[in-house]
Structures are given as C-alpha cells and as structure tokens.
C-alpha cells in the first residue's frame, strides 16, 4: 500500500510569490491534514479537509489556504510568501478524522529567500 | 485553544535503560493523546495512543499513561534500543462525533540513546 506523497520535496521561493503544494492520501483516506514545522513554532495545524469540504482552521492567516478534490488529494496555497513561512509543511491522512491513525508523508520543505 | 507542554527538550539514556517523557495540557475537553516518532528527514509516525477513558495503553516495549485529573500524560520506552534515537512529539485533540479539530503538539524531545 503506498504511503503518503507529497510534491515536491524541496521547494526555493522569493518574498510575495505564491506556492501550492501537493499532497496523494493514502488509498481509501478522506481526511487530509496539513501541518507546518518549524524549529521554533514545532508542528502546527494550518487545516483539513474532508470529502472536498474543510472542516477546521488552525490559527494561521489567510494567506495560507488549500483546497481536496473528489479523489481526496489535496493541495495547499499560500500567497505572497514571507521569510517567516520557511518551514517543513506535512500532509497527514486519515480514513475519516485525525483522531483515528494518522500518516504522514515525508514533507515539502520551502525556503523563502 | 489547547496548549501542549512537553519536557524534556533532549533526554539522553543509556542503551538498556527506561526513558520517559512528559506532557501537559490545558484544554479538559481534550480526549485524545497520540504519540508520534520522527526520524531524520521523514515525517511523523504514530506509535501509540490513548483516549481520555483509559488510564494506561501498553504496546511491547512502549505504554502510555494518562491522568485526566492532573492534565498530563507520560510516554514510557522500556529496554531502549539505537533505533529508538529519534524526535519524540506529544499532541492533544479533542474527538467529537462529527468533529475534525487538529491535532495541537507539543515541541518535541529529542531522545538520545547512548550505546
């Protein structure tokens, strides 16, 4: 069964350009997570999405969105990037919700110079 | 909103020896406590985790347990191994029935397993 993907894995951005980043559930998960790690801040919720619809927000500004299609991927936007937004951004899926076994794929790390 | 404090930051053991980290959090609400292991560059792994309606889950040489009433839980590795080394992280949710809320972490410890 293959795992979590995301694309792509290293990503290199100047300040007020955009990204999307892209996320492959695990086969059969709906529920699709994203988080931000950062050395200082630790790993953080930003949102998730189940059945195409986003059911939370962690406390992160607009900027910061993403959408799931009806095959479950997901992806995530954010606009006019900052220095600040260098980070480690993980994808987690799950059948249904978080609180059941989460997987997490191995990551898209952005640098924003 | 929820808050995680995990202590410690680094724990260095003895290969052999127990190892133990703490967490507390501040949301009575939460009900769900799932512990995850990190490895150089790759992403989190669940390892084990617990719900707020029992005190004590046990899975080899790993166990969790739980004290609603003080707000904290504890991640304990018995007989630890090299492969144990690693970054260790705590997180609290609260599962409802038709609820998604994320998963709040707490920093991390980095485990350090001496031979």
């Known amino acids: 069964k293959a795992g979590v993907t995301q694309t792509p894995r290293y990503l290199i951005k100047t300040r007020g350009q955009q990204v999307t980043l892209s996320c492959s559930p695990i086969?059969?998960?709906?529920?699709v997570s994203w988080y931000q790690q950062t050395p200082g801040q630790g790993l953080q919720f930003l949102f998730e999405y189940f059945s195409e619809t986003q059911r939370n927000k962690g406390n992160f500004p607009g900027r910061f969105s993403g959408r799931q299609f009806s095959n479950s991927r997901s992806e995530m936007n954010v606009s006019t990037l900052e220095l600040g937004d260098s980070a480690l951004y993980l994808c987690a899926s799950s059948l249904s919700r978080p609180q059941e076994t989460q997987y997490f794929g191995p990551g898209t790390r952005l640098l924003v110079l | 909103g929820e808050n995680v404090e995990q202590h410690p930051s680094t724990l260095s053991v003895q290969e052999g020896d127990s190892a133990v980290i703490k967490c507390t959090y501040s949301d009575s609400a939460s009900n769900y406590f799932p512990w995850y292991k990190q490895e150089l560059g790759k992403g989190p792994q669940l390892i084990i985790d617990?719900?707020?309606?029992?005190g004590e889950k046990k899975d080899q040489r790993i166990a969790v347990t739980l004290n609603k009433t003080a707000k904290h839980f504890s991640l304990h590795i018995t007989e630890t191994q090299p492969e144990d080394s690693a970054v260790y992280f705590c997180a609290a949710s609260i599962e409802s029935g038709g609820g998604a809320d994320g998963l709040t972490f707490g920093k991390g410890t980095h485990l350090i397993i001496q031979p």
């Open positions: 086969s059969g998960h709906r529920s």
């Open positions: 617990i719900r707020s309606n029992v």
